[in-house]
Nanobody
Framework: VQLQASGGGLVQAGGSLKLSCAAS????????VGWFRQPPGKEREFVAA????????TYEDSLKGRFTISKDNAKSTVYLQMNTLKPEDSAVYYC???????????????????WGQGTLVTVSS
């Protein structure tokens, strides 16, 4: 499956952005799609994930309540709605897809075998 992430940009602290991850070349319903981010100079970290079949979701605990992951099966697209953004949310955001990922492994980057190119989110203070 090929993934195309989009929707990043520059936003002021307290603002919102909605990222999109469009999938192509695979059977969308087979996959779990995750969002990860890599802040400048730091390691990649898990943000949220959704199982396309059934809709089970999981989030990084510190982001619950501000970030929401959702999907549109008809468009083969997964979204990440980010609200009340903070400067520390600034990062390159990546979406990734994998199949047969168990719930407890949805936050692990190694569980995913297809990655999008990333979209830059910059939150100004």
């Amino acid at each position: 499956v090929q993934l195309q992430a989009s929707g990043g940009g520059l936003v002021q602290a307290g603002g919102s952005l909605k990222l999109s991850c469009a999938a192509s070349g695979g059977t969308f319903g087979r996959y779990t799609v995750g969002w990860f981010r890599q802040p400048p100079g730091k390691e990649r970290e898990f943000v949220a994930a959704i199982r396309v079949s059934g809709g089970a979701t999981t989030y990084e605990d510190s982001l619950k309540g501000r970030f929401t992951i959702s999907k549109d099966n008809a468009k083969s697209t997964v979204y990440l709605q980010m609200n009340t953004l903070k400067p520390e949310d600034s990062a390159v955001y990546y979406c990734a897809a994998g199949s047969r990922i168990i719930l407890s492994s949805m936050s692990r980057g190694a569980s995913y075998d297809s990655w999008g190119q990333g979209t830059l989110v910059t939150v100004s203070s």
